[in-house]
């Protein structure tokens, strides 16, 4: 059964920085021609794109908010996707989910205090 774990979330201070990390199990997105991205949520907004690499690993999108400070990092061997952030802002905080194809994680929750 095909499943994404996030983790690394807490909550941190304006300035810090923290590395989300996605597993992924029952299939292997190495061997498919699968996108890969991270999503987040904050309380009571819409659930936005942060983060995304095409199958062919070629140059990520991000989302304005987060470019220069964010960096998605695919390891095909390890199975794992991986969300660097740094210079973390209170705007940042949300309930973070990675995505693979049509596959979810549960979230991992960010707070970034000021």
């Known amino acids: 059964q095909e499943q994404l774990v996030e983790s690394g979330g807490g909550s941190v201070q304006t300035g810090d920085s923290l590395r989300l990390s996605c597993v992924a199990s029952?299939?292997?997105?190495?061997?498919?021609?699968?996108?890969t991205g991270w999503h987040r949520q904050a309380p009571g907004k819409e659930r936005e794109l942060v983060a995304e690499?095409?199958?062919?690993?070629?140059?990520?999108e991000y989302a304005p908010s987060v470019k220069d400070r964010f960096t998605i990092i695919r390891d095909n061997v390890k199975n794992i996707i991986y969300l660097q952030m740094n210079n973390l802002k209170p705007e940042d905080t949300a309930t973070y989910y990675c995505?693979?194809?049509?596959?979810w994680g549960q979230g991992t929750p960010v707070t970034v205090s000021s």
């Open positions: 995505n693979v194809h049509i596959w």
């Open positions: 029952g299939f292997t997105f190495g061997l498919r021609n699968y996108n």
């Open positions: 690499l095409s199958w062919t690993g070629a140059v990520p």
